[in-house]
């Protein structure tokens, strides 16, 4: 009986970390309550890029059957062009994040989170509603407002800088890792309702995504209200800086040439953030696979549009409920460095045997899919990463940090989806068919490698148990 009860007590405790979790900072709160359909809207607009492309592909083909297109009806026309625009819309958007991330970031640390998150969420809604202009007139190319769209938003972004530099203002010291780790559960479930989303409107076989676009628009106005109303700053400036006139030296000061140089000297002196970057930099350039698995997935395995993410639901959403419930013990476990240095160098080993398992995905869909269904096993790290990273950094730094991974992402991110996009051919098959991936694999070992060796020399990780900052 007693050996029962202890049994309960231990699978409960888990739970009960969990459940302490979301004892949040009132300061926080608005901030974490706003994330999620900022986070939707935002997502399911660049989920839809592609099928809102498809839309709008013209060609001389009669419409016999649906071709995602309400102007072609030749359904390989109508993929190759998309997926080609596609590349493009996004490298445009990546490019300029690239450069505008950074000094995004310097502002974000000298300003304050809110006012760039609501220059954010200004630029955001501005795209949305080229988008939809860009649906409802041809007397403009619609490739061409698409793009002033990516430039607008691509040069306003900063959503993810400004969370974590909020959550890196409130907690300190090992609180941190919680909240990243409740940033990351309130992302997951704004995930969740993008991912049930996109894939009813694709099944739905939706051509008028004029509609969405506006629907975007207005959502984005609401939500840029409710940020100026609710939302609190979080960044602590010195009493002279509080002092300045607030709202037109403001707009003056975010020209300031001071934030061009700021991220330039943060990387020039911190070694830690330039391992990062490259560890980021190899990370993107295998991700940009993802960019193409669809079109994979419909050309070589022979799935129809949207089963892709349609199969990917059970996948994610496993993985994400089981990282949400193991994370509450995570944060403590991953506590304890030799914890977390065993946790490091198992994860990446594991995750690497699965990726070789899917340089097969040509030859069956069983070698895409059982590999990405074990990858769902692994417990989350209980936020180490995210607090390994902005541990390194001083608060009047965090987000300018962040501004530069963000930038190495976007840069990296653009270059490889229109890499894959371009080099992907649908008629291959068989061995042709696996060099996308053997390339993903090996961009993907070489960022395992350096992401080794950033905790080792960095984390506490080496062989006297002491880490290294520069």
Known sequence: ??????????????????????????????????????????????????????????????????????????????????????AWLVAVKLVLRMVSGPILGALCDQHGRKSILMLSIGGF???????YIACIQRVVPPILVLTIAMVVQGCTTAFGLCFKGMVADVYEGTERAKGFVVLNHVDV?????????????????????????????????????CCHIFLHETLCRSPTAAAKPEAAAKVIRIFDFSSLSKPLQLLRISRFLQIRL????????????????????????????????????????????W???????????????????????????????????????????????????????????????????SSQFAGETQATAQGLLTAADNMTSGLARGLFAHCFNPAARGVEATYPLLARSGAMLLSNMVCLYSWKRFGGMNDHGNGKKE
Not at 1 to 16: D, K, S, T, V, W
Not at 125 to 131: K, V, Y
């Open 189 to 225: 479930l704004s995930r969740a309702f993008v991912i049930t989303f996109t894939i009813s409107v694709q099944k739905a076989q939706l051509l008028h995504y004029d509609r969405l676009c506006l629907a975007a628009f207005l959502c984005g106005l609401l939500l840029l209200l």
């Open 278 to 321: 490259m560890q980021k930099l190899l990370f993107c350039l295998a991700e940009g696979w993802e960019s193409i698995q669809d079109s994979f997935a419909i050309s070589v395995l022979g799935w129809g549009p949207g089963d892709w993410d349609l199969y990917n639901v059970p996948i994610s959403t496993g993985r994400e409920v």
């Open 323 to 389: 990282g949400m419930l193991t994370s509450g013990l995570m944060v403590h476990w991953a506590a304890d460095r030799h914890n977390l240095h065993w946790y490091v160098k198992a994860s990446l080993g594991f995750s690497t045997v699965m990726l070789m398992l899917q340089n097969f995905a040509p030859f069956g869909p069983v070698f895409l899919l059982l590999p990405r269904y074990l990858l769902a096993f692994i417990p989350g790290d209980g936020g180490a990463s995210d607090v390994f990273f």
């Open 1 to 86: 009986m007693q050996i029962a009860g202890n049994i309960g007590l231990l699978l409960a405790e888990p739970f009960r970390k969990l459940r302490n979790l979301y004892i949040l900072p009132p300061v926080l709160l608005p901030a974490f309550l706003l994330y999620v359909p900022l986070s939707f809207v935002n997502v399911t607009s660049w989920k839809l890029y592609l099928p809102l492309l498809r839309s709008l592909v013209q060609c001389d083909a009669p419409i016999e059957h649906y071709s995602g297109s309400l102007y072609c009806g030749d359904v390989n026309m109508v993929m190759s062009v998309a997926l080609q625009q596609e």
């Open 125 to 131: 809604a501005t795209a949305c509603f080229l988008m």
